[in-house]
Structure formats: C-alpha cells, structure tokens
C-alpha cells in the first residue's frame, strides 16, 4: 500500500499482532500523496498538504506492537 494509504490503516497492526496473523505488509513510501515531494522543505508552510515526511520510519509501527518491521531501500535490502 502506499504512504498514505498506510496513515488510514496502519493501526491494523495492532489486529495482525494480537491474532498473530502472519500477515506481511509493504508500503511504498513515494513521500505523500500522489506525486509527494522529494524532501520537506524547511518552512512548513512551503509545504503542500499531500506531502508527507519522506524519512517516516512506517516499520517501526510493527515494532510497537510487537511485530517485525524492516526498511528496505533497495532490491538487495528487499
């Protein structure tokens, strides 16, 4: 799922963890939503409300709930 489909759903790992459902999620993080944005800039209000953080760690929502969660950046790290 992407970055911001993430943000509605996310807390779902809270669900996967206590019913240890063995389920595997990937989120393609392209920094927001539709084209995003490279990098936020340093006024926040340059920032156009679909851009979301490019160095949000989603993995570590797993992590708080018990989970696995891993970066992956490149084909080899997948």
């Known amino acids: 799922?992407?970055?911001?489909?993430?943000?509605?759903?996310?807390?779902?790992?809270?669900?996967?963890?206590?019913?240890?459902?063995?389920?595997?999620i990937f989120i393609i993080n392209n920094n927001g939503i539709y084209s995003g944005t490279e990098k936020l800039d340093?006024?926040?209000?340059?920032?156009?409300?679909?851009?979301?953080?490019?160095d949000a760690k989603y993995e570590q929502i797993a992590n708080a709930f018990g989970g696995k969660g891993f970066e992956a950046k490149t084909q080899k790290d997948l």
Not at 3 to 20: I, L, V
Not at 42 to 54: F, I
């Open 1 to 24: 799922m992407g970055d911001s489909a993430f943000g509605f759903s996310g807390m779902e790992c809270d669900t996967m963890t206590r019913y240890q459902l063995g389920a595997a």
């Open 42 to 54: 340093e006024d926040p209000k340059a920032n156009a409300p679909t851009h979301l953080n490019p």
